[in-house]
């Protein structure tokens, strides 16, 4: 907690949230991305349709689900489909607005990799793997990623390439015949990024309060930019912070004491 | 035309060593009490599929059951790590596990090709990634017509399909609802199937439009009240997310895995009695 009255993880849920329009279509990942999109359901975007991937479309948890799969998304989806289902007809079907997603590393061009760290055969560390982000980085409208910010995690190389963002840079993806737009920006617990509109290099574009820019530089792994016109982000207002401390106090209580995990 | 039996004789007559496993449910419905029968009967040698290995093949593969492992997303969800399988593929203990590794939108079409007698699946993922680099089981093809490029994996054909439902009725036709993931494939796309369930009725009162399987398409049934959990059952009892996190501390050291598989599988004889063990190993107040 700083002297603001708010936690860095705080500020980085509340500025993604803010990202999501009311009405769009944002197929979900757990953990942060789920927290921040019920969040944007919770405030400004109460028309939000949020997809998981075990299929439910149109879910309205009233806590937070603690797996991708949990009943109160069943339950409170407009509809529940297959997972076949799911990633033919809504997500491959260009249905899917907004892919909103995590990752353990990521790249100057947004490229992500949740498989391993160190050599694929010997890896130091395994890492969960894929799930559904390939199909969704490729197929989504446009992606959005959130994950906390470190020299570890923002790496000049990827040890592996799970789901692509904009491969090496330009025109990349258009070459590739992708039909998603890719990443439009990433938010971190010190700032938000968005790709360079030529390059698509990741670029500083406004940093939380408090930030400073060589905070940013320690830990990003490659020679990070900030754009020339750098703004402050909005700190959380007292609306975004009681709503997000509300449901994970009202999360915690439902899982027995389990937390959710969020980063 | 599926045959009412027990687990034991059910995972006895149907799963051999040596075969591809398909054990199937989306967090809801994971069929952890055949996946106990399969550890107690030592089955070997498995190739393991399943979109979503958590604690289930944990188990599996920490008690020596898989020689290989196709997956698309291999976690404790809502944890972290699965620390049996990091420890079978990072320092091969048990023994050595082979991986082949997907995305979800992949193998959930390859049950659906399975399920449709065709030899692979065709998705729009992959370029640019470096799975294909990984897995030689990930191609690329040109569609006929558009000379678009698209990706092809092949069909998932397991020699047995394990699912857990909600209810069967007396003739065998399954019946299940809420999350479905990828169950009703899995079972299609398999030569045979064995299904557990929480109950056995007179009547499934399904609507028209329900998940059903009719007991032609299945091996076998079982009823085993509970045999989801620690998963949850739709309409029958919630996910135990304490020990989901519990889990975690028990699979972290081979030591402590072991003794909770011997404690717990090994010298229980059924899912009844595991389910007496952990009764009677809760702390006092905690249900």
Redesign the interface.
């Known amino acids: 907690m700083n002297p603001a009255g708010y936690t860095t993880n705080e500020m980085m849920t509340v500025a993604a949230a803010r990202l999501l329009r009311n009405g769009a279509v944002c197929f979900v990942g ?1 953990g942060l991305p789920s927290t921040a999109a019920n969040l944007a359901r919770l405030t400004h975007a109460p028309d939000i349709v949020l997809i998981y ?4 479309i149109g879910a309205k948890p009233p806590v937070l689900p ?6 109160n ?2 339950e409170t989806a407009d509809t ?5 289902e ?3 007809y809504w ?2 079907g260009g249905r899917v607005d907004v892919g909103f997603l995590g990752a353990a590393q990521i790249d100057r061009f947004a ?1 992500i990799n949740t ?1 391993v760290i160190g050599d ?4 130091a560390t ?1 890492l ?8 969704i980085a ?2 989504a409208g446009e992606v959005v990623l959130v994950l906390k910010q470190s020299a570890r995690a923002f790496v000049n190389k990827l040890d ?5 963002g904009h ?1 090496d840079g330009g025109d ?1 993806r258009a070459r ?4 998603g737009k890719g990443p439009v920006a990433v938010v971190t617990d010190l700032c938000m990024m968005n790709p360079d509109q030529r390059t698509k290099e990741l670029t500083v574009t406004s940093l939380h309060p408090g930030v400073t820019r060589e905070q940013v530089r320690q830990a990003t792994g490659w020679q990070i930019r900030f754009a020339e016109a750098l703004q402050e982000t909005p700190a959380p207002t007292d609306t975004e912070l009681s709503v997000l401390r509300d449901l994970e106090a009202r999360t915690r209580i439902a ?4 937390g ?2 969020s980063a | 035309m599926a045959e009412i039996t027990t687990l034991r004789e059910a995972i006895a007559a149907h799963v051999r060593d040596g075969d591809l496993l398909a054990m199937e449910g ?3 419905l994971i069929p952890f009490a055949a996946g106990h029968e399969v550890i107690r009967q030592k089955k070997r040698n498995l190739t393991l599929v399943r ?2 290995p958590d604690v289930i093949y944990d188990q599996l593969i920490g008690a020596g059951c898989a020689k290989k492992l196709i ?5 404790n ?5 699965l620390h049996r ?2 420890d079978a ?2 320092r091969d203990w048990p023994q050595p596990l082979e991986i082949q ?6 193998l ?2 390859a ?2 090709a399975g399920a449709s007698n065709l030899p692979f699946a065709m ?9 294909p680099k ?1 897995n030689d089981k990930i191609k690329f093809i040109q569609c006929p017509f558009t000379g ?2 698209l990706a092809a994996v092949p069909a998932v054909r397991p020699d047995v399909t394990v699912i857990h439902a909600q209810k069967a009725d007396r003739k065998g036709n399954v019946l299940l609802w ?5 169950q ?2 899995a079972v299609l796309a398999a030569r045979k199937a064995v299904v557990t369930v929480e109950e056995i009725v007179d009547d499934l009162q399904a609507p028209p439009n329900a998940c059903i399987l009719p007991a032609w398409t299945v091996a076998a049934v079982c009823c085993v009240p509970g045999g989801a959990a620690p998963s ?1 059952a ?1 309409g029958y009892y ?2 135990d ?2 020990f ?2 519990a889990w975690d501390a028990i699979a972290r050291e081979r030591e402590t895995f072991q003794a909770w598989i011997e404690k717990h599988i090994l010298q229980t004889g059924d899912f009844a009695e595991f389910q007496q063990v952990m009764r009677d190993s809760r702390p006092a107040g905690v249900r």
């Not at chain 2, 809420?178 to 990828?182: A, D, E, R």
């Open positions: 757990i991937e075990s299929g439910p603690l797996s991708i799969g949990d009943g998304l069943a529940v489909v297959s997972t076949p799911i990633f033919r997500l491959q490229n498989t694929y055969s010997r890896p395994r969960p793997g894929a799930g559904g982000a390939p199909e490729s197929c592996f390439v799970t789901s692509v491969l990349a590739l015949r992708l039909p899982h027995g004491g389990a959710v995990v | 989306f967090t809801h979109m979503t997956f698309s997303w291999g976690g969800p809502g944890v972290g790590s399988l990091r593929v990072e590794e997907h995305g979800h939108g992949d959930s079409n049950y659906v998705l729009r993922a992959y370029l640019g990634s470096d799975l990984h678009e490029t809420g999350i479905l993931g990828v009703k494939e949850y739709h919630e996910r997310n304490r989901y996190q």
